[in-house]
C-alpha cells in the first residue's frame, strides 16, 4: 500500500513537473497564434486591395498565413531559449542579468570555432553531423556555464547585499566587457571579429510539413531540418527545467533559495552554492541556445546577442518573469508577432512600413505589458518579501 501511495506521489510530480507545463505551453501557444492570425486576417478583410503578384490582400494574406505561423514559432523558440536563463537568475536572485545576452554570444563563438576547427565537408553523413552539433553545443553550454559562474562570483555575489541597482549596473558592465573582450580576441586570433558557421545542405533541406490548395493554388508548408531540431532542444529544454526545478532535490534548493534565503540557510541549505549553480544552469542553457542560433542566422559577431537579448528579456516579461514555461510562452508569443509584423505590415501600410520596423513591435509590447499587466501572460512566480 505504501508502495502504490508513493508511487502516485511520483507519477503526480512528474505529471507536474513535465506533462503539465507542456500542456499549458501548448495550450496558451496555440491561443495565441489563433487570435493573433485572426486579427491579421480581420485587419485585412478591412482594408483589402490589390497587392502584388495580382492577389487582394486577403488572398495573399492566407495563403502566406501557414509559412509565417511556421517561421514566428521558430524565432520563438529561440527567443524562449534565451529567456529561460533571464527567468532562472531572476526567479533566485531577482535581478535581471544583463549579461546573459553576451554569455549567449559566448556561447554562440565557442560553437563556431569548434565547427571550423573540425573542418567538416559540406555533405557530411547526417548523422555524423547531428553528432559534432550536439557535441559542440554541450561544449558551449560547459564554457558558458562557467563563464557565467566566474561572473557571479566576481561581479554579482560581492554585490548581493546591496541596492538592486548597484548589481544591474555591473551587469551592464559585466556585458560591455564581454563583447569588447571577444571583439579583441577575434580581431588578434582572426584578424576579424565576425565568424560564419559552416553551411551544411543537409540541414538546410526543406522538409513539406503539409500541402494545401488555397484559392484555387497550391501552398506548400516548409520547414528546415535545422529548425526542427532548434524546436526539439527548446522542448527538450523546458521539459528539464521544469523537472529540474520542480521535481529534483536541486530543485526544492532553488526554490527554498529563491523563496527566503536565510531561512534556507538556517535549514542547511548552501545558499551560495545553489545560486552558483542556478548560474550554471543559466549560463549553459545560454551558450546551448548560441549555438542553435549560430546554425540558423550563419554569421555571428560581438554584438549579435544584444537585440535577442532585449527581445528574451521582453519575452520573459510578457510571459511571467520567474515562470520557466512563462519565459517559453513569451519567447513563443513574440516570436510569432514579429513574424506576422515583418511579413505582412509592408502589405497592410502600402509599403510605408517595411519589416525592418518589426523591432518596434517587441518595445511595444515591453511597454504595454508593463503598464497594464507587469505579471505577464501566466503570473509572476517570485518570493514576496515584507
Same mark, same amino acid.
Given at each position: ?5 508513493? !508511487? ?13 507545463? $507542456? ?25 483589402? =486591395? /490589390? ?19 511556421? &517561421?514566428?514559432?521558430?524565432?520563438? *523558440? ?5 529567456? $529561460?536563463?533571464?527567468?532562472?537568475? @531572476? ?24 565547427? $571550423?576547427? %573540425?573542418?567538416?565537408?559540406? &555533405?557530411? /553523413? ?23 559562474? #566566474? ?8 554585490? =548581493? ?7 544591474? +549596473? ?12 571577444? =571583439? ?9 571579429? *565576425?565568424?560564419? @558557421?559552416?553551411?551544411?545542405?543537409? %540541414? ?7 500541402? $494545401?490548395?488555397? *484559392? #484555387?493554388? /497550391? ?23 521544469? @523537472? ?17 534565503? /536565510? ?37 555571428? &559577431? ?17 510571459? #511571467?518573469?520567474?515562470?520557466?514555461? !512563462? ?29 525592418? @520596423? ?10 504595454? +505589458? ?17
Amino acid at each position: 500500500m505504501t508502495f502504490g501511495v508513493t !508511487g502516485q506521489v511520483r507519477w503526480v510530480r512528474l505529471y507536474r513537473a513535465v506533462v503539465y507545463p $507542456l500542456v499549458q505551453l501548448a495550450v496558451w501557444s496555440a491561443a495565441s497564434l489563433v487570435v493573433i492570425a485572426a486579427a491579421t486576417l480581420g485587419l485585412a478583410v478591412v482594408f483589402n =486591395r /490589390p497587392v502584388a503578384g495580382g492577389l487582394t490582400l486577403v488572398e495573399f494574406v492566407v495563403r502566406t498565413l501557414p509559412q509565417v505561423a511556421i &517561421d514566428g514559432l521558430t524565432i520563438g *523558440f529561440l527567443y524562449a531559449m534565451i529567456a $529561460l536563463g533571464y527567468t532562472m537568475v @531572476y526567479g533566485v536572485l531577482q535581478f535581471i542579468n544583463f549579461a546573459h545576452s553576451e554569455i549567449f554570444m559566448v556561447g554562440a563563438f565557442v560553437g563556431v570555432e569548434i565547427m $571550423l576547427l %573540425l573542418n567538416l565537408p559540406p &555533405d557530411h /553523413p547526417m548523422q555524423g553531423l547531428l553528432l559534432v552539433i550536439v557535441l559542440t553545443t554541450l561544449a558551449a553550454a560547459a564554457a558558458s556555464g562557467l563563464l557565467a559562474v #566566474g561572473i557571479e562570483r566576481v561581479a554579482y555575489r560581492p554585490l =548581493r547585499g546591496a541596492p538592486r541597482l548597484v548589481p544591474l +549596473i555591473s551587469a551592464i558592465g559585466v556585458s560591455f566587457f564581454l563583447q569588447d573582450a571577444v =571583439r579583441a580576441l577575434e580581431g588578434l586570433i582572426n584578424n576579424a571579429f *565576425f565568424r560564419n @558557421y559552416p553551411s551544411f545542405p543537409a %540541414l538546410n533541406e526543406p522538409l513539406t510539413l503539409a500541402s $494545401l490548395t488555397l *484559392f #484555387g493554388e /497550391p501552398v506548400t508548408v516548409q520547414m528546415q531540418t535545422k529548425i526542427i531540431l532548434i524546436i526539439i532542444v527548446s522542448l527538450g529544454m523546458l521539459t528539464g527545467l521544469n @523537472y529540474l526545478v520542480n521535481a529534483t532535490r536541486l530543485g526544492r534548493a532553488i526554490r527554498a533559495v529563491a523563496q527566503d534565503q /536565510p531561512t534556507a540557510a538556517l535549514l542547511g541549505v548552501n545558499v551560495d552554492r545553489i545560486i552558483m549553480l542556478t548560474f550554471l544552469i543559466g549560463g549553459a542553457l545560454g551558450g546551448a541556445t548560441g549555438v542553435l542560433f549560430g546554425i540558423r542566422v550563419g554569421r555571428i &559577431d560581438p554584438y549579435v546577442g544584444f537585440i535577442p537579448g532585449i527581445k528574451a528579456f521582453t519575452a520573459a516579461v510578457l510571459g #511571467g518573469i520567474g515562470n520557466i514555461t !512563462g519565459a517559453m510562452l513569451g519567447g513563443l508569443v513574440l516570436g510569432i508577432l514579429e513574424a506576422f509584423a515583418g511579413a505582412y505590415l509592408s502589405q497592410f501600410t502600402g509599403g510605408a512600413f517595411g519589416s525592418e @520596423y518589426k523591432d518596434i513591435f517587441a518595445f511595444a509590447i515591453l511597454i504595454l +505589458i508593463l503598464i497594464f499587466r507587469p505579471t505577464g501572460l501566466l503570473g509572476e512566480v517570485v518570493a514576496q518579501r515584507a
